[in-house]
């Protein structure tokens, strides 16, 4: 069974753009999280879809948005991008809003 | 609050145990994981505990004591290649599910 995939592995964007970021979960998990790990920060919680619907979002501010689609797969976006955006950003999938779960390779966005 | 604490960094000798313990603070707690997170790569689904106990998988034991808000992690018979970080989670309890809290890792260094 293929893992967790997320594309683009590597992003380099300069301040003020967006990006968005894909994930494609296991098959059949339909939950998705997001997190964003820093070396400072350690890995942080952005948000959690089941069922295409936004389940919980962590504390970040309103340039960080996401969606799921019917397929469980997800995007995350973020606008006017600001150097300290600058991450690996995670997904990671589940079977249910219970369930383990399992990351993907991650997406590092560096903003210049 | 959300509290998780764990060492910073360990050092072990190739063939020895060594135990990475884990206390945590939240407001909820619906279980606890455990990851191994190598540089550059994305955390690896190592355990997961709901009740309290031992869990057992190989060379990777865990331990939950939710009374106590402790879990520890054990490695036996170490190998070079456990040299990595690794990542403490607390689950979310209900509707909140999706969102793991994560310590800031322990970095384990296996030494010949």
């Known amino acids: 069974k293929a893992g967790v995939t997320q594309t683009p592995r590597y992003l380099i964007k300069t301040r003020g753009q967006q990006v968005t970021l894909s994930c494609s979960p296991i098959?059949?998990?339909?939950?998705v999280s997001w997190y964003q790990q820093t070396p400072g920060q350690g890995l942080q919680f952005l948000f959690e879809?089941?069922?295409?619907?936004?389940?919980n979002k962590g504390n970040f501010p309103g340039r960080f948005s996401g969606r799921q689609f019917s397929n469980s797969r997800s995007e995350m976006n973020v606008s006017t991008l600001e150097l300290g955006d600058s991450a690996l950003y995670l997904c990671?999938?589940?079977?249910?809003?219970?369930?383990?779960?399992?990351f993907g390779p991650g997406t590092r966005l560096t903003v210049t | 609050g959300q509290n998780i604490d764990q060492p910073t960094e360990m050092t072990a000798t190739e063939g020895a145990i060594v135990q990475i313990n884990c206390t945590y603070q939240?407001?909820?707690?619906?279980?606890l994981f455990w990851y191994q997170q190598h540089a550059g790569e994305a955390p690896t689904f190592l355990s997961y505990?709901?009740?309290?106990g031992l869990e057992e998988k190989g060379r990777f034991s865990s331990f939950l004591s939710r009374s106590k808000g402790y879990s520890y992690l054990l490695l036996k018979e170490l190998q070079m290649k456990d040299s990595a970080s690794y990542l403490c989670?607390?689950?979310?309890?209900?509707?909140?599910?999706?969102?793991?809290?994560f310590g800031q890792g322990t970095t384990l260094q296996v030494k010949p």
């Open positions: 879809y089941f069922s295409e619907t936004q389940r």
């Open positions: 098959s059949g998990h339909r939950s």
């Open positions: 989670a607390v689950r979310g309890s209900s509707g909140n599910t999706g969102k793991l809290i």
């Open positions: 505990n709901v009740l309290d």
């Open positions: 939240t407001s909820g707690f619906n279980g």
């Open positions: 990671a999938s589940s079977l249910g809003v219970q369930g383990e779960q399992y």
